[in-house]
């Protein structure tokens, strides 16, 4: 090897190793910038209703890996997930539960944020995972009268009392079904009058073309004043057409320890007013810190069908009892 070419690597070693800190540097405040959390979800199950049941059985519910990245004013998010027992294919839409970019735009006091790619719905008083939940099952209102997630873009900001978001969207997951096509515009207003009570007022137009368009109008209701305790609500109701449904629901939690709560919520959902029936709900659950980030409960909920409602059974005045023990990590 010659002496120039000796020196010439030399010399790009030594450049190479004089720039790894920097590089090395760099990489930590990436690092730095991340976030990481996630979960994974279990429990048993059993449901009965006359003449039909469902088998009791163990199940891995829900694997979730959310990670956001931020730097400066703007970032992204994606959530990752699976449902095991659900069965079936892994499909794109419900592997990614959200995957969006954002923009924080400074506004004097106060910021605004834009949103673009697939987020959770903005509207409602339940969260979407285990971890965020009082007790096992969603109520009627949730299940039947409110979307999970959109696909599109959205705008939200603060001032004083209130905070506001607008968003539109052209997919729309109901139930773990991701519908292309339906346009949906929507905004929630959000009033915090005082420390510990919060009312929000959402509005919700979907158009499935070739059909009416749903009009939503929910109303969800937040005290958490006292230690130990929480109570929320939520009213929900729906116009297609000359067809009317909707329902509302009231949930208590109260941490009787450190390590130990209880939740009480009275449900109910008409899937069609001009009929008269309605879906009526309740659910009792224990709730357990065990410690770190794991968590247990045991629920048992019934759910009893009024003359002309489909809901939850085909059969008009049956009654659907199910119980339930989960357990949920997250970190």
Do not use: C
Request: aromatic letters at 12%.
């Amino acid at each position: 090897m010659s002496k120039i070419i000796r020196n010439t690597l030399a010399a790009a070693m030594t450049l190479a190793f004089a720039s790894m800190p920097a590089q090395a540097d760099s990489l930590k405040d990436k690092l730095d910038n991340i976030q990481i959390s996630g979960f994974v979800d279990s429990s048993w199950s059993s449901t009965h209703a006359p003449a039909t049941s469902s088998p009791t059985g163990f199940g891995l519910d829900q694997v979730e890996l959310d990670i956001e990245y931020q730097e400066d004013n703007v970032g992204m998010r994606f959530d990752l997930q699976g449902f095991p027992s659900a069965g079936g294919n892994v499909a794109a839409d419900s592997l990614f539960e959200q995957g969006y970019v954002y923009v924080n735009f400074p506004m004097g006091d106060n910021s605004a944020t834009f949103t673009f790619g697939k987020f959770n719905a903005p509207i409602g008083w339940e969260l979407l995972d285990a971890p965020d939940m009082y007790q096992f099952s969603h109520a009627l209102v949730f299940d039947n009268g409110l979307p999970t997630n959109l696909t599109g873009a959205s705008i939200a900001g603060s001032m004083g009392i209130a905070d506001i978001i607008v968003y539109y969207a052209d997919k729309v997951d109901t139930n773990g079904t991701t519908t292309t096509g339906v346009h949906s515009t929507g905004t929630r207003v959000g009033l915090t009058p005082m420390d510990g009570l919060n009312l929000g007022i959402s509005y919700l137009s979907t158009t499935n073309p070739g059909a009416n368009a749903d009009r939503t109008l929910d109303i969800d209701f937040t005290y958490d004043a006292i230690d130990s305790l929480i109570i929320g609500a939520e009213y929900n109701e729906i116009k297609t057409g000359t067809i009317k449904k909707g329902g509302y629901f009231a949930t208590v939690h109260y941490d009787m320890t450190d390590n130990f709560g209880f939740t009480y919520r009275f449900g109910t959902f008409d899937d069609n007013k001009n009929l008269g029936g309605e879906a009526t709900s309740n659910t009792f659950a224990l709730t357990s810190a065990i410690g770190g980030g794991l968590g247990a409960l045991f629920e048992y909920r019934s759910i009893k069908n009024n003359a002309g409602s489909t809901l939850s059974s085909a059969t008009a005045g049956v009654t659907t009892k199910s119980y339930a023990f989960e357990m949920t990590y997250g970190f």
